[in-house]
């Protein structure tokens, strides 16, 4: 098992450019999620997707779409790439997106794995 | 405004010896904390977790502590290996995994 890919590894893009993010999993998980991780702060979370066909704004959306193709796929998009979107950017995957905590068990088998990342600057 | 602090940006130890990272929170919704690890290059990976149900959980040489009136926890680990530096981020949750704030990360350097 691959766990959670993302393509491209680094991208350097000039202000206005679009361009998508690629992620894929291949662990029959229910629910995704796109992160930003910005320096000297945490891992944002952009958008996510609770299951195949739904998806929901996170802390950080604006400037971001998404798409979930399907249950292995959830691709992030920039229509208009600006300096600020500069960041290393996770696509994550979990069985479900409240099944860990509801059971009380953390640990127990449930957790999220995240892909390697994505190292995009906008110039 | 950050719901989950992670104080030190840094912290070296001599191998053998005890690490401890800190981390504190300020919304008092959270009822579950977990620690992830990340290397260079690859994604956070799940390290250990404690609910607030608990005070102390351990996992061989990791263990985390929770301090709810003090809104704080800690990571131990003992002894401490040169396999062990990593960026550590604290990150807290209500309930799920959609509403789960991240420290900025401790990085922990452990010298042989």
């Known amino acids: 098992n691959a766990g959670v890919t993302q393509t491209p590894k680094f991208q350097v893009l000039k202000t206005g450019q679009s361009m998508t993010l690629q992620c894929a999993q291949d662990?029959?998980?229910?629910?995704m999620y796109w992160y930003r991780q910005d320096p000297g702060m945490g891992l944002r979370l952009i958008y996510y997707?609770?299951?195949?066909?739904?998806?929901d704004k996170g802390e950080v959306p604006n400037g971001y779409n998404v798409s979930r193709l399907n249950k292995r796929e959830f691709s992030l998009r920039l229509e208009s790439a600006a300096p600020s979107q500069t960041s290393v950017y996770f696509c994550?995957?979990?069985?479900?997106?409240?099944?860990?905590?509801?059971?009380?068990?953390?640990?127990?088998?449930?957790?999220?794995?995240f892909g390697p990342g994505t190292r995009l600057t906008v110039l | 405004d950050q719901q989950v602090k992670q104080n030190s940006p840094s912290l070296s130890v001599q191998e053998g010896r005890i690490s401890i990272l800190n981390c504190d929170y300020t919304n008092s919704m959270f009822d579950y904390f977990l620690w992830y690890k990340k290397y260079p290059a690859e994604g956070p990976t799940f390290l250990i977790s404690?609910?607030?149900?608990?005070d102390k959980n351990e996992d061989g040489r990791f263990t985390v502590f929770l301090n709810k009136s003090a809104k704080h926890l800690s990571l131990h680990i003992v002894p401490s290996q040169p396999g062990d530096s990593a960026v550590y981020f604290c990150?807290?949750?209500?309930?799920?995994?959609?509403?789960?704030?991240f420290g900025a990360g401790t990085r922990l350097t452990v010298k042989p």
């Open positions: 997707s609770a299951s195949e066909g739904t998806t």
């Open positions: 662990m029959n998980h229910n629910s």
């Open positions: 994550a995957s979990s069985e479900v997106l409240r099944g860990l905590f509801s059971s009380g068990r953390i640990g127990s088998g449930d957790t999220q794995y």
């Open positions: 990150a807290a949750s209500a309930g799920a995994w959609d509403d789960m704030r």
């Open positions: 404690i609910s607030s149900i608990k």
